[in-house]
């Protein structure tokens, strides 16, 4: 039974790594490709609070959403491999 709680504690602290490591890059290429859109339209006004604005939609979007898929798709995978193995 310790075994199964280390494993799970683990694999926790991993995917969290996992997820915030793909967020941070997915907000760091949104940011970069507002910038390059930004400098590519020639627009007036203020720069950081437009890009800011385009952030805070990006926030809750669908692709922020799905780097969610760090948790589901692991263990949806060893959930398979459990009842495979054992009932099959």
């Given at each position: 039974m310790g075994?199964?709680?280390r494993l799970i504690l683990g694999g926790f602290v991993v995917l969290t790594a996992i997820?915030?490591?793909l967020s941070i890059m997915s907000?760091?290429?949104r940011r970069r490709e507002l910038i390059?859109?930004?400098d590519a339209g020639a627009m007036e006004g203020d720069k950081e609070?437009?890009?800011s604005a385009n952030?805070?939609?990006y926030d809750h979007s669908l692709r922020r959403k799905l780097i969610l898929g760090v948790y589901v798709v692991p263990l949806a995978v060893i959930g398979t491999i459990i009842y495979v193995v054992n009932y099959s």
């Open positions: 075994g199964l709680v997820y915030v490591i907000r760091r290429a390059l859109e930004w609070a437009w890009i952030l805070q939609a």
